[in-house]
């Protein structure tokens, strides 16, 4: 029996439950996935690079696209839905991968005592990472304000708040889909006008998609005092050298890449592709992770210092930042961006780390728990 031929693009990981399906895998890159690749293809698994619409497909067999990330703005879904070509995505996926982004943003950018303290914390987007986002920053001590308006209801203790209101907290994370669907478009939702809400001494981070602020608007905030996080760029995979000086941190759109969500981005898509090519699986594709163990004397230090001695201990932001601006003064280009991705080390997600916190304090331990981290017993 001739098995399902499924192109993948070579930088998704292949688990061990995408290699137990019964079909045949084509491992292409991303950037070079061609019509002819899908002539005789049954699906296409794939990432942000490849754009996916009609010049792709419309000579192609394709019954299921996945792709291993939440947004799909790169997937004309008009055009699949016509040709009644099934779509899943990753949501969810790198939710805990980019929230210790965040949380590794406030820390480098020195607020994570004021964050603890009651700070306020302007989220735009709730969607899998709104939340996950939200839940950590609550527990840790933050006054979380969330602005969607695609959603009506919140869980207990969120509040929904008009976008005037989440840009003024003190520190301002973006995580909404891009899209220009009527009548909420968030595609430049951060506009002129935006600036205008924005505190002078705010922490600004683009952690989302780079499409939901002008580069414009961010040398506007710079030129305020607004402090740049930025992993995500207006026009990339094109980078301003201007732009990225004036970031505090700079990063080519990791923010969600662990490992944890590496294996997840796969996993997700497997029962709705083993569904719509009608394949014999059990579903059971998440499995559980091996932790790694952190040793660490929190003994001495007071209980905010304890747990930015544990971040410390596993922050990659510095790095990354450093990495990146080396790399990319050897070449501005839209293809050095894409290879610092393709080969970007991956970090250990804080859910997959298990700290020997000896001689923490229970309060430490608490703030420990609440930033993400497993704590040995």
């Known amino acids: 029996m001739t098995l399902p031929k499924v192109v993948i693009d070579s930088a998704i990981w292949v688990t061990p439950s995408l290699s137990a399906l019964p079909i045949e895998l ?3 890159r991303g950037t070079q996935i061609a019509p002819a690749d899908l002539k005789d293809a049954n699906a296409l698994l794939t990432r942000t690079v490849t754009r ?3 010049n792709l497909l419309q000579d192609s067999q394709i019954s299921f696209v996945g792709t291993a990330s939440a947004g799909t703005d790169h997937i004309d879904t008009g055009y699949l839905s016509e040709r009644g070509i099934k779509l899943a995505n990753a949501a969810g996926c790198n939710a805990g991968a980019v929230a210790d982004y965040v949380l590794d943003a406030i820390y480098q950018c020195h607020r994570l005592e004021s964050l603890i303290n009651g700070a306020t914390v302007g989220l735009v987007g709730y969607g899998a990472v709104g939340r996950h986002l939200t839940e950590r920053l609550s527990e840790l001590g933050g006054k979380v304000k969330v602005c969607d308006p695609f959603i009506s209801s919140t869980e207990a203790g969120v509040t929904l708040y ?3 209101e989440v840009l003024g907290c003190s520190i ?3 995580h909404a889909a891009l899209h220009n669907d009527q009548p909420h478009p968030s595609a430049q939702m951060i506009d002129n006008t935006a600036v205008g809400y924005i505190s002078p001494d ?5 952690a989302g998609r780079g499409g939901l602020v002008t580069e414009k608007v961010l040398h506007s905030l710079a030129d305020r005092g607004v402090t740049l996080v930025l992993d995500t760029w207006p026009d990339e995979p094109s980078v301003s050298q201007e732009l990225l000086s004036r970031a505090a ?4 759109h990791i923010a969600g890449y662990t490992r944890t969500a590496k294996s997840n981005a796969t996993d997700f898509l497997i029962e709705p592709l083993s569904r719509a090519l009608g394949l014999n699986n059990p579903f059971n594709t998440l499995e559980s992770e091996d932790t790694k163990q952190v040793m660490v004397d929190l003994s001495r230090q007071s209980d905010v210092h304890g747990l930015m001695d544990a971040m410390t201990a596993v922050s990659r932001l510095a790095q990354d930042d450093v990495d990146f601006r080396e790399a990319w003064k050897e070449s501005q280009t839209p293809g050095n961006f894409e290879t610092q991705r393709a080969q970007y080390r991956l970090r250990d997600q804080y859910s997959a780390l298990t700290f020997q ?4 304090s229970t309060e430490l331990r608490r703030l420990m728990s609440a930033a993400g981290f497993k704590l040995a017993s």
Not at 202 to 206: G, H, K, P, T
């Open 357 to 360: 916190a000896l001689n923490a």
């Open 52 to 54: 996916v619409d009609v």
């Open 249 to 252: 941190f700079a990063t080519p």
């Open 172 to 174: 301002v994370s973006l």
């Open 162 to 164: 008009a976008l005037p």
């Open 202 to 206: 705010a922490l600004f981070i683009n």
């Open 26 to 28: 084509v491992s292409i």
